[in-house]
């Protein structure tokens, strides 16, 4: 058994579009911090915990974005009725073009992945991409992908363990730029050319026994 890492997405995506102007097409406030959750909406994502957690928080100074196309109805009732007369949680379902990626991972500060259930995530190498820390359980192959460097984990089996990472996050967020340079250079030493010849190297060394 071999065992290669997830390529990386550096450079693959549009980016060019700095943090002030992303900020204005999402309407973020240029001061406030700004926590992302991207991607498609399932249950088992752990978007309607990760409002909860934010709700209960409670810091006005913090905007929390939620963007991604809808795969099931039942989220949608349940994520209006949460946020309800909540003015710093932004919802914009739909489907995501690729060039426009980048104004949300750009608008935001830290990329929050509160998944109830997971073995890997595409969108946690999408956010190292972008240079941002992530919130991210530990559980899957996520410990051998991120690490305390460069990620806040929490524990998807304890009922509060979302909503003490997400304090620590908070509370530790002058660390964020330095765990999201981190997460890029980490990802950096994953290109897909390294892949390839690993996986060249592999196929050739069975064919030779």
Not at 79 to 106: C, K, T, V, Y
Not at 136 to 146: A, K, Q, R
Request: with cysteine; charged share 20%.
């Amino acid at each position: 058994m071999h065992v290669l890492p997830h390529g990386n997405f550096h450079d693959f995506y549009p980016n060019d579009v700095n943090k002030e102007d992303a900020r204005k097409q999402l309407g973020i406030p240029t001061a406030s911090k700004a926590i992302l959750f991207i991607g498609k909406i399932h249950l088992y994502k752990g978007v309607l915990e990760l409002i909860d957690a934010f709700v209960e928080i409670n810091q006005t100074d913090t905007i929390l974005v939620i963007a991604g196309q809808l795969r099931e109805q039942d989220p949608l009732e349940e994520i209006n009725h949460r946020l309800a007369d909540r003015s710093n949680i932004i919802f914009l379902p739909g489907f995501i073009e690729d060039d426009r990626l980048q104004i949300f991972l750009n608008a935001s500060d830290l990329v929050a992945l509160p998944y109830r259930d997971i073995l890997t995530s595409g969108t946690a190498y999408l956010a190292m991409a972008f240079a941002k820390p992530v919130l991210i359980p530990n559980i899957g192959c996520i410990p051998e992908t991120l690490d305390e460097n460069g990620a806040f984990f929490f524990d998807p089996t304890n009922p509060i363990g979302l909503e003490k990472a997400l304090r620590k996050a908070l509370t530790d967020s002058g660390s964020w730029s330095e765990k999201g340079l981190y997460n890029y250079k980490l990802g950096q030493t994953w290109g897909w050319s390294k892949v390839a010849r690993d996986t060249l190297s592999i196929y050739r060394g069975a064919l030779r026994s």
